[in-house]
């Protein structure tokens, strides 16, 4: 990046880096993590006969608690999509030029963003009924479903907020070009500003599908049997040995990382890729 | 003050809106707590997570390569992984490893509580975010401040603290403010090892009186307004300190 000024003041510095994230390789974390799990497992290797190590017991419970973590993706990609499609609309309504929609979807966007996670999802179990009756079809109404739904009120805030924010982003001469060539306001929205806009909500978006993945395990709390859920009953019909804790946990946190850290990895490159210079 | 109290029982004996928390002096005083104790935690952690924040990012600017590879691993671990599953791993793996002490009844409780392991997890959580972004505002203070600051005999130290922590304060302070206004949030989370928080309280609270709608209708009020105030003030902050013509 080359700056072109005479007033040198507080520039950011680039610095020569090789490696954007210093130094530190993906692998680099594996066998860290390797001895953060299975460290204090050694320490309790004096167990007795026909106990079965730490490790064994982990390797029984591996694919069970994948199946749980698969289903917290599930849950994950669900919220998302259904957090994106509501988001668009309320960053939409942000930007209208209505201003009731204008200041109602200011309004829906700010209180859920402002309230913890962990609190909609609690609102979102109590508050939904557990079946819907439907012209006396009666529809049972999951837990897992409410965790989706509570999980997207925080995504769509948080979605349209970006969609608002790229929106004000792009120049207004986008604007007054496209009006002084007759397009309507709604074509100007979805022909020229929109598409312009998707590079730069690509990045924040999928930060935010990597924040959202991780929530999911907030399911754990109020019910739904994710991989959080399955490790505390594995956990528990191992009889409690305290020398498992750490694998386990150390399990699912290393499910987790491998999950998104290649995603945050790509978030960096994408930054980088569409930075617009000068 | 009774009168109005006494107003929301008569409200509820009308109307069936149940709001205990108002009328009735145990719940009220259930409630006063939780909410202190969210405050408590949020300082806390605020405070630890500027520490490590800071100190990180000196750190990330040190010569030697293996401390810069440590404090990257640590940003990347705990940015990548869950903080819920980070606080059970603190609370239950590590928290089970440590010695107990007796306490005054003459039994056996762990060295620190869920209060302690709920402040240590976040603190750490969010530090990682501070660290970076500490690293970028120092990163924004020109190579020439520090030359400038070398020429004029500081220390290494000296000029970390004196000099490029304070310009890079400025810069930084928008993403900051993001990151604390997102811990606040995130200490709903102590809810799940049972820290007495505004979470946990209400939770007692809708379990004996079973009135979860207005419960939860007045949570979310309650955060929105808590976190709605320390945006604002944070916003003025932001005003205050920007640097005029910078950002």
């Known amino acids: ?278 | 003050m009774d009168v109005i109290f006494e107003w929301f029982r008569v409200l509820y004996q009308e109307t069936g809106i149940n709001l205990p928390f108002l009328y009735d002096e145990y719940d009220r005083n259930r409630m006063v707590d939780g909410f202190l104790t969210t405050i408590r935690l949020s300082l806390v952690c605020l405070f630890f997570s500027v520490i490590i924040g800071v100190t990180g990012a000196w750190l990330q600017g040190s010569a030697f390569k293996w401390t810069r590879r440590i404090v990257n691993g640590y940003i990347q671990l705990f940015r990548n992984t869950p903080p819920l599953v980070q606080l059970y791993f603190f609370y239950f793996a590590i928290g089970t490893l440590l010695p107990r002490v007796e306490n005054d009844w003459g039994g056996q409780s762990p060295i620190l509580g869920s209060f302690a392991w709920a402040a240590i997890s976040l603190s750490f959580f969010a530090g990682a975010f501070n660290v970076e972004i500490f690293r970028s505002g120092i990163e924004a203070v020109p190579r020439s401040t520090v030359e400038a600051a070398e020429a004029l005999g500081f220390s290494k130290l000296q000029i970390y603290r004196d000099i490029t922590l304070p310009l890079a304060f400025r810069v930084v302070l928008p993403a900051l403010n993001n990151n604390l206004v997102n811990l606040v949030k995130t200490t709903t989370l102590a809810y799940a090892i049972a820290v007495p928080e505004m979470l946990y309280e209400a939770n007692q609270i809708w379990s004996d009186n079973v009135n979860v709608t207005e419960m939860m209708i007045f949570l979310l009020l309650a955060y929105f307004v808590l976190v709605g105030v320390l945006v604002g003030a944070m916003n003025r902050w932001e005003r205050a300190m920007k640097i005029p013509g910078y950002g």
């Open chain 1, 1 to 278: 990046m080359r700056y072109k000024t005479d007033l040198p003041v507080m520039l950011p510095v680039s610095k020569p880096e090789p490696e954007p994230l210093g130094g530190l390789r993906a692998w680099h974390i594996l066998p860290l993590a390797l001895l953060a799990i299975f460290g204090p497992s050694l320490a309790f290797a004096q167990s007795g006969e026909g106990v079965l190590s730490p490790l064994a017991v982990l390797l029984n419970w591996a694919p069970l608690l994948l199946k749980g973590f698969i289903f917290n993706l599930v849950i994950s990609v669900s919220a998302m999509a259904l957090g994106t499609v509501v988001g668009a609309i309320l960053g939409l309504g942000q930007i209208s030029l209505i201003p009731a929609v204008r200041s109602g979807s200011w309004f829906v966007t700010q209180f859920f963003r402002n309230a913890p996670w962990l609190v909609l999802l609690f609102f979102a179990m109590f508050l939904l009924p557990f079946e819907i009756d439907l012209f006396g079809l009666k529809i049972p109404f999951p837990d897992w479903l409410k965790a989706i739904l509570g999980l997207s009120l925080p995504v769509m805030a948080n979605v349209s907020e970006i969609v608002r924010g790229a929106v004000r982003s792009l120049p207004s001469g986008q604007w007054e070009a496209a009006e002084s060539l007759a397009y309507t306001r709604l074509q100007t929205l979805w022909l020229i500003i929109l598409p312009q806009c998707v590079k730069r909500m690509l990045p924040p978006w999928m930060n935010l599908y990597s924040i959202l993945t991780m929530a999911t395990v907030l399911a754990s709390i109020v019910g739904v049997s994710e991989v959080m859920t399955l490790t505390g009953q594995a956990l528990a019909s191992e009889g409690g040995r305290p020398e498992l804790l750490a694998p386990f946990y150390g399990f699912v946190l290393l499910l987790f990382f491998v999950y998104c850290y290649p995603i945050a990895r790509f978030t960096v490159r994408l930054e980088k890729k569409f930075a617009v210079i000068g």
